[in-house]
């Protein structure tokens, strides 16, 4: 739960609070701490004679609507809510300006209406200017940074974000001056807003001078510093990467590095990144020059002094090499070197160790897509710009992202009359994940503005790499196009390494070292080579990963071989068997919670090899989808493991053992809603494993013919094959079928109106559930013993269960099951006379119930449609709706985050 006060006050993800006041001494004990009851009853209530008892009724009534909000005990009040103001405190305090920016959404507590006591709005006040005006001086910091590096442009920019600070105080006249000569040192002058609040405010402003003298002052001001350079002008704005820039920067001075390589694969814009970095070094106290030294034309690393000396105008005398030219040359002077593309020079990393020896008061920042390997080498590893969170489509998350400013900034240089509305925003976000934030794939993306919508640019990119190039002359043939960068990567790496590359392509969710070695044949040579040409990232959880544009790419050069394409899906099945046999036996046990993670890790990989089973190797695909039934089921991912299963089941060989046809027939019939073709394929696989005497397989069948004939309202039948199932369970001693059956008949028990017996059986279950420690299990048995005590009016009973219920489905990761958990403490909440929580917590699972959760049929949706009609009877339709839509736009997410905080 989040407390917001900056722009308003409000608690995010809540209904229920919405008194101003209660939320205010929230806003106060986050800021100030826990605080005596005394101080606090004194500052919000200084006129009222009971002052104590308003305070204990506040309390209380945060308890009840927002538990967790504010706690007291019997000397002080506090709160451990996030709070955004505290966000803010935190970024201010780190000179994050990012950060600073996305926290401060306006002044703390504006439009706040409430009657205040002297103290309290005096703290109001003063809280609210401190921290505008900290924001205000941030953001002033950051534009004179920027025109310290003669960047006039972004400093205007800046400089412009800092006077439309809400809630700052009338500045002194040196910062009303300062500011006023940035805000003239761009391209326009923007500070006719700033005069005019000058005016408005009094202020004794001294003479704003021109655009022209005011960047000439500020020109002068940083030239006086300036190393010399043969730095280009760049041709357009640079955008994001003040976190690389500041570690950079770090590396040389902090660490006092001589070797920085800029590291990554081709399109994150390394050379733009380092000219960036560069333009700083001149303006770096002690820094005497800064050279660029273009590589992209050397092949030898034999050349590389010549080419620097050519580069730096230094002419060897007869006799002399480049090397001793340049040393002479430069004597004592402190030189910044940046060395672009030295990728084709790589594999003589010993001569740059030698060129830093014979030239001690030299530093070289060298971009590559290959590391140079040597000892002085740091490297600063260059990924894609900043991206917004999954999911979120919001002007804010956009303007966070340096992903989207930049898509943004290219697309209105290809079409200058683009507006990109809020519909846009979503389209454009999937492009920055789906290309993740390549700056040079953001630019070749943003061009086809010219003739796509940012939707159908989504759907082309995805579907082809050739739609990332341009035809632009003036830009060099290699970055013209996405397939042209790759071109050059793939030249550089050995025979081994591409091999590796090509068949890795083939794991949607990248590889461990195991797997790369037993499906790719990649062994530790071929991923550290890989690793070292930036095609290939190992991630915090030990997987290797191809960037999804590359594996594109990589793809395409393994599908120029069909026999390497099949025997490497042939390895995939047999490895992905492998694993799902490991885990069948513990996937209904104490361990789980493990395997469900392990599996989930791989979900991509495992449908890759399903559908890969119907060519190379159906029967092992059966094996697989039937040993991992229960996770399938879990997971929510049994729609298209059914529909692959019965292709697999098509394809088997006639001669395959019958049992195995069997499984695949029973998988197949699993995915919800159960319909007559899930009946006729549970049939046939029933009757097949009747046949072969398959005492397992006969028993889930027989279960499984139950709830579909439960499901086409045939009770009688239903009751009958469960009991069946049940009995041969039991002789089996299989207590993981034998709890799913009797969950199965207190089902149907449940339905036919008998609750009683229905609690009987899952109470039965939920015993034999705890004894195999089948977490999944006993979550299910809890939220269907929550439903049997909330219609029997034992609503606190009801709450401890699905809380409990709840608790487990998270740890699992199971989604679905989470949402009928939310489903019910909505019914919970109707039942108990608060019917906007319900409407809430129903708006919440909606949108995700689409997706993650079976249809309602039958009773089901009966039983949801009277709950829903109670609800909306307690209230306006108006109201009702209200808070749905607010659970709708909160979110699953945060709803479930909010209820499990609560059962805290």
């Given amino acids: 739960m989040r ?43 200084p006129e009222a004679t009971d002052r104590r008892n308003r305070l204990s009724v506040t309390l209380s009534r945060l308890r009840r609507e927002t538990p967790g909000v504010v706690e007291a005990d019997a000397d002080r009040v506090w709160t451990a809510v996030e709070c955004d103001a505290l966000d803010l405190q935190a970024a201010l305090g780190r000179s994050d300006v990012d950060a600073i920016e996305r926290s401060y959404r306006g002044a703390f507590l504006a439009n706040v209406d409430l009657e205040l006591g002297a103290e309290l709005e005096e703290w109001v006040l003063e809280t609210r200017e401190h921290l505008a005006d900290r924001v205000r001086a941030a953001l002033v910091a950051h534009a004179i940074g920027f025109a310290e590096r003669s960047d006039f442009e972004r400093a205007a920019q800046v400089a412009q974000r800092a006077t439309e600070v809400a809630g700052t105080t009338l500045p002194e006249p040196d910062l009303f001056a300062i500011v006023a000569d940035l805000l003239t040192a761009g391209t326009e002058d923007r500070s006719g807003p700033w005069r005019r609040f000058a005016a408005r405010e009094g202020a004794s402003l001294p003479t704003l001078a021109t655009a022209v003298a005011a960047r000439a002052r500020l020109a002068a001001n940083a030239a006086a510093t300036a190393a010399s350079h043969n730095l280009p002008q760049p041709a357009t704005s640079f955008v994001g990467r003040e976190r690389e820039l500041v570690g950079i920067a770090e590396l040389f001075d902090g660490l006092g590095a001589r070797l920085v390589t800029l590291h990554g694969p081709g399109g994150t814009g390394k050379t733009r990144l380092a000219l960036e970095a560069a333009r700083a070094r001149t303006q770096t106290p002690g820094v005497d020059a800064v050279y660029l030294v273009p590589l992209a034309g050397l092949r030898s690393g034999v050349d590389l002094p010549a080419t620097i000396a050519a580069a730096l105008g230094v002419a060897p005398p007869p006799g002399a090499s480049a090397l001793d030219a340049l040393s002479s040359a430069l004597g ?31 530093r070289l920042l060298v971009t590559s897509r290959r590391l140079l390997e040597v000892e002085e080498e740091h490297v600063w590893r260059v990924g894609g710009l900043t991206l917004p969170d999954h999911g979120d489509d919001t002007a804010a998350g956009a303007s966070s992202s340096d992903a989207v400013r930049l898509f943004e900034h290219r697309a209105r240089r290809a079409r200058a009359d683009l507006t990109l509305g809020a519909a846009d925003l979503g389209h454009v976000t999937r492009i920055c994940h789906l290309l993740e934030g390549s700056p040079l794939a953001l630019e070749l993306a943003a061009v086809w503005v010219r003739s796509f919508t940012p939707a159908e640019i989504e759907d082309v990119i995805a579907r082809s790499l050739d739609a990332l190039a341009t035809p632009s002359r003036n830009i060099a043939p290699g970055h013209r196009s996405m397939r042209a960068v790759f071109d ?67 793809r395409e050069r393994l599908d120029d071989d069909p026999a390497d394409v099949a025997e490497t899906e042939a390895r995939l099945v047999r490895a992905m068997q492998t694993l799902a046999e490991a885990a069948e036996p ?63 089941v098509a394809n088997l060989d006639p001669s395959v053992d019958p049992v195995v046809r069997a499984q695949g027939l029973y998988v197949a019939s699993l995915a919800p809603p159960w319909s007559e073709a899930s009946k006729a394929l549970n049939d046939a696989a029933l009757a097949l494993a009747r046949s072969a005497d398959d005492g397992l ?68 279950s939920l015993a034999l559930e705890t004894e195999l420690g089948n977490a999944w299990g006993i979550g299910s048995r809890l939220y269907n013993l929550a439903i049997i005590a ?13 809380r409990r219920s709840l608790r487990l489905n998270v740890e699992l990761g199971d989604r679905r099951h989470a949402g009928l958990v939310l489903e019910g403490l909505a019914c919970l909440a109707s039942a108990q006379g608060d019917p906007l929580r319900a409407a809430m917590l129903w708006g919440a699972v909606e949108a995700e119930r689409r997706t993650t959760t079976r249809p309602r049929v039958g009773i089901e949706l009966e039983h949801f449609t009277a709950d829903l009609a109670e609800a909306r009877s307690q209230t306006s339709d108006d109201v ?3 808070a749905w839509a607010h659970g709708e736009r909160s979110g699953f997410d945060a709803v479930l985050q909010a209820e499990l905080d609560a059962a805290r």
């Avoid at 917001?4 to 929230?26: C, I, N, Q, W, Y």
């Avoid at 550089?492 to 070695?517: E, F, K, M, Q, Y």
């Avoid at 049994?638 to 529909?643: G, M």
């Avoid at 034998?738 to 969950?743: K, V």
């Fill in 332 to 362: 004592a002077r402190h030189v910044v070197i940046v060395l672009d593309e030295a990728e084709h020079v790589s594999d003589d990393g010993p001569l740059f160790s030698e060129l830093l020896r014979a030239l001690p008061h030299v």
């Fill in 586 to 648: 513990d996937l209904a046990g104490t361990d789980q919670a493990r395997w469900f993670a392990a599996l989930e890790a791989e979900s991509g990989t495992l449908r890759t090899a399903l559908e890969s089973a119907e060519r190379v190797d159906p029967e092992r695909g059966v094996r697989v989808a039937y040993a991992l039934r229960l996770f399938w089921f879990v997971r929510s991912h049994l729609s298209w493991v059914s529909v692959c299963t019965e292709r697999l």
């Fill in 697 to 764: 397989l006969t028993a889930e069948a027989t279960q499984h013919a139950g709830a579909i004939a439960s499901a086409l309202g045939d009770a009688a039948a239903a009751r009958s094959q469960l009991t069946e199932a049940l009995t041969r369970f039991r002789a089996l001693g299989h207590r993981v079928g034998e709890a799913a059956a009797l969950n199965r008949l207190g089902a149907l028990a449940y339905f036919a109106g008998d609750l009683a017996a229905a609690r009987r059986l899952y109470e039965e």
């Fill in 790 to 802: 909330k219609r029997s009016g034992a609503f606190a009973e009801a709450l401890t269960a699905y």
């Fill in 3 to 45: 407390l917001r006060t900056l722009g308003g006050l409000g608690l995010e993800d809540s209904v229920a609070a919405r008194r101003p006041k209660p939320l205010l001494l929230a806003a106060y004990l986050a800021l100030e701490g826990p605080t005596s009851r005394v101080h606090v009853s004194e500052l919000f209530w």
């Fill in 880 to 882: 009702f709706d209200a």
């Fill in 488 to 554: 050059r990567s793939w030249e550089l790496l050995g025979v081994d390494a591409r091999c590796a590359a090509a068949r890795l392509s083939i794991l949607p969710d990248g590889a461990t070292d195991d797997s790369a070695a037993a499906i790719a044949l990649a062994g530790a040579s071929d991923l550290s080579a890989l690793v070292a040409a930036a095609l290939l990232e190992r991630g915090a959880d030990g997987r290797y990963r191809q960037h999804t544009l590359f594996r594109q790419y990589a």
